[in-house]
């Protein structure tokens, strides 16, 4: 809908912001409202203050506030689960729900587009996030190769798709329009893409074998089209669609669609989507596809879209590669992701420029405007909020507000020319010379060890004569119950901890404290029954930052929060210098949580993999390298806990699966490095010491073979949600050490049924040989609460013995 008399596209804009809050405001809205403390009314409320202090400060920050250049990407939960509501694509096991909250559709929304659009409440809305006593929630996963998870949506031929939900419509007029006498922003709504939106979704249980869910995709786009038009008449000038799933070679149709390729899908939606309707207008669209190039070597996905009618493409230029002048980009704007929005480091603000007055003289394109990467949703808000970091470590960094300010500096110069932002790219430019040089960067001993390292570094014993060893030591009966390894963080660790932290509690009383807390958790597990302990990690504010605070190479934030999921945030760490560990970390309590008992306690450790990948890592040295210097530091801790008398270690790789590249190409590489990272890890240990290790919430399939490659004495894996989806590839793969498919879904609020755990269970053990089988919660206790806890493995140690019995 190329027309002159539109709005251009603005020079500078970034495709998301962090959207928790500050200061976590959206989370303690929302468990606030969870736990029926505060009212729907009050929820909302706060998200609409949050949502508009967002546009405000963007446009602060200096983005354009009449045109289209900030972002509205605001969630009260999750961008897919967004869709989903906005669509109405409730599944059928919700149906009770979703019938017991409908309303009539309001009497406002009668003479607008898509007229009869009625919201879908927040308890539909939260029952699928979350679940309900009868339903589990939708399954979660990872977000591509990041660490936020989304919810995944369940699509059967009947399910009922159409524009149901106009709330990013209110959110669009909330802003341009606002009730409190501010500014007025006329935002960009940021829209999950209907072709990603249907690649990541799953079949409804009970649909065909060969259903896929991409062939609803002509009933999604024209809800698509009606919520377009509903916005244009609102007055936005641009809508961004997202499509990640355009340069993964991960994310696939499942089943026929009745499409030859992803790229004809795409040529099908935007041509649908971009088609005339007399008498009705949309607004120009710009279609995003961050971490990964367009110019995939599977296949060509930026052709397919320069050939449709849509008025801007962004492409990630961290990332992809530059892409080349193509049939239809002459028409349109490139959105060049220049600035990186995956991770926290200063950009070289003059190559950056650079590339910019490449592209504008090489691709062909109508235009270029200046972005981030990806959306800023995965950075923190403010270096500025962080007054106990080194001042130099400072300097180097960039959070959203930061990103935000380099984008408007390149778009200044790409625009004005170099010598009106030359101070600006003098600074960055110095800044990046000084953490080069600063000390700590490179430490000649660390660096000195790994070039000392051997083929037989990465190698243990056999597993048949690991496995003899281990079951004389251990003495486990069949299927052993186990937890993952933290319990429920309580108010009152978490107010030792900051008291201790504050210098308000000294050290023997933090000891005292958390050892009484250990004490408190090992009881427990005898009562319930459990067969191999842990020591519940009261001691631990983050499974990744815990290690990093005592880690040499990194630092870590106050107020550097990042979502997750939901309301759970998380702060990274800052891995800015080589890794070493200057003394013991996790010994002390292991061995005094093992001293409480006879039966074993496994000590737990974060591996190398999942602590890079829940960091903000070093990009000045290949991650392969990173990897091993903080595999070398943990296997230290291995050996310690092992002189202990500690006889099962377990090495949580969580993110394997979320650092998988998306570039089926650069797969291989990958997998072998963190394969091998873990394996320097843990391949000192004796062969009687049992190794665990555990990943969650991502897709273990296309992983499989390098799951087995760790060469785990144990492996437990998220399975509750999925219903043991997994099970069947480790089958069929010939997996033939141990496994623990969770049975409880951990993420929910929900106590799982000993008859629902019996069943998960049986579905494992008609796999996978029963001596093989652990029984196991999906994840760590840490977000759940005592109460529901102590049902919950009641329960599933209630079912093993059943199950057990039947063995």
């Not at 606002?178 to 990603?196: H, N, S």
Request: aromatic share 6%; glycine share 8%.
């Amino acid at each position: 809908m190329t027309d002159n008399t539109l709005p251009e596209f603005p020079h500078a804009t970034v495709l998301g912001y962090p959207r928790i809050g500050r200061r976590r405001e959206l989370k303690r809205a929302l468990e606030s409202y969870w736990a029926g403390t505060t009212t729907a009314d009050e929820l909302e409320r706060t998200s609409h203050d949050l949502r508009l202090a967002t546009v405000r400060r963007l446009v602060e920050l200096g983005l354009e506030p009449g045109t289209g250049a900030v972002p509205n990407s605001f969630s009260r939960y999750d961008q897919v689960l967004d869709i989903t509501a906005t669509l109405g694509a409730v599944p059928a096991r919700f149906g009770e729900v979703a019938r017991r909250n409908a309303g009539p559709a309001r009497p406002e929304d009668a003479a607008a587009p898509g007229s009869g659009v009625r919201e879908v409440p927040g308890d539909t809305y939260f029952a699928l996030a979350r679940g309900t006593a009868e339903q589990p929630p939708l399954e979660l996963t990872k977000w591509f190769d990041t660490n936020y998870h989304y919810l995944v949506p369940e699509i059967g031929p009947e399910t009922p798709i159409g524009f149901a939900d106009d709330r990013i419509v209110r959110e669009f007029v909330e802003a341009a329009r606002p009730d409190d006498g501010g500014i007025p922003v006329v935002t960009r709504p940021v829209i999950v893409g209907p072709v990603t939106y249907l690649l990541l979704s799953k079949p409804e249980h009970g649909a065909p074998d060969d259903f896929s869910p991409l062939s609803r995709l002509d009933d999604v786009v024209a809800a698509y089209r009606a919520l377009l038009a509903a916005l244009a008449a609102a007055g936005a000038p641009w809508v961004q669609l997202d499509e990640p799933a355009l340069v993964s070679d991960l994310v696939t149709p499942q089943g026929p669609a009745g499409f030859d390729t992803v790229a004809d899908a795409v040529r099908r939606a935007y041509d649908a989507l971009t088609a005339p309707t007399p008498g009705t207008e949309r607004p120009q669209l710009l279609v995003a596809a961050p971490f990964g190039d367009l110019r995939r070597a599977t296949g060509d996905r930026l052709e397919p879209l320069a050939g449709t009618d849509v008025e801007a493409v962004a492409v990630d230029l961290v990332r992809g590669a530059v892409p080349p002048a193509v049939p239809g980009l002459a028409a349109k704007t490139l959105v060049a992701g220049v600035i990186d929005g995956h991770n926290i480091w200063r950009a070289d603000l003059a190559t950056r420029l650079g590339l910019l007055e490449s592209l504008r003289d090489t691709t062909g394109a109508g235009a270029v405007a200046v972005s981030t990467s990806t959306s800023l949703l995965h950075v923190p808000h403010d270096v500025g909020d962080e007054p106990r970091l080194d001042p130099a470590l400072a300097g180097w960094l960039a959070f959203a507000d930061q990103k935000v300010g380099e984008v408007v500096t390149l778009a200044r110069g790409l625009r004005d020319g170099r010598t009106a932002v030359e101070p600006q790219l003098a600074e960055a430019t110095a800044a990046i010379r000084g953490r080069a040089e600063a000390a700590g960067v490179v430490v000649p001993g660390v660096r000195d060890r790994l070039t000392r390292l051997s083929d037989a570094d990465f190698v243990r014993a056999p597993y048949s004569d690991r496995a003899a060893a281990q079951r004389t030591r251990l003495d486990l009966p069949l299927l052993p119950t186990t937890t993952i390894g933290s319990f429920p963080q309580t108010t009152d660790i978490r107010t030792t901890r900051a008291a201790w932290t504050r210098g308000d509690l000294s050290d023997a009383d933090y000891e005292s404290r958390i050892r009484d807390e250990i004490a408190r958790v090992v009881a427990l597990q005898e009562e319930l029954g459990l067969d191999v302990l842990v020591h519940g990690e009261p001691e631990r504010n983050d499974m990744v930052q815990y290690f990093a605070e005592r880690l040499a190479g990194f630092a870590t934030t106050v107020h550097g929060w990042v979502q997750s999921y939901g309301s759970r945030c998380v702060r990274p760490p800052i891995l800015w210098g080589d890794v070493s560990r200057p003394q013991p970390i996790t010994v002390p309590w292991a061995t005094y949580a093992a001293s409480l008992t006879d039966k074993p306690v496994k000590g737990m450790l974060t591996g190398p993999v999942t602590i890079l990948a829940w960091s903000f890592v070093r990009d000045d040295q290949p991650l392969a390298d990173t990897a091993n210097q903080v595999a070398l530091a943990l296997r230290d801790e291995v050996a310690d806990l092992e002189a202990a008398g500690i006889a099962i270690v377990q090495v949580d790789e969580a993110a394997l699966r979320e650092l998988l590249p998306l570039d089926a190409a650069a797969q291989p590489a990958y997998l072998d490095w963190s394969v091998r990272s873990f394996r320097l890890t843990t391949s000192g240990a004796a062969p009687s010491t049992q190794i665990h290790t555990h990943l969650c919430y991502s897709e273990f399939g296309d992983i499989v073979g390098a799951i087995d490659d760790l060469d785990a004495d144990v492996t437990s894996v998220e399975a509750a949600r999925s219903r043991m989806e997994i099970v069947p590839g480790l089958s069929s793969a010939g997996y033939a050490r141990g496994i623990g498919p969770g049975v409880w879904d951990i993420h929910s609020p929900r106590v799982p049924s000993d008859g629902e755990v019996s069943d998960l269970l049986k579905l494992a053990v008609a796999e996978i040989d029963p001596r093989l089988v652990w029984v196991n919660p999906d994840c760590g206790l840490k977000t759940r609460g005592y109460a529901e806890t102590t049902a919950s493995l009641t329960n599933l140690v209630a079912a093993a013995r059943e199950v057990r019995a039947t063995l």
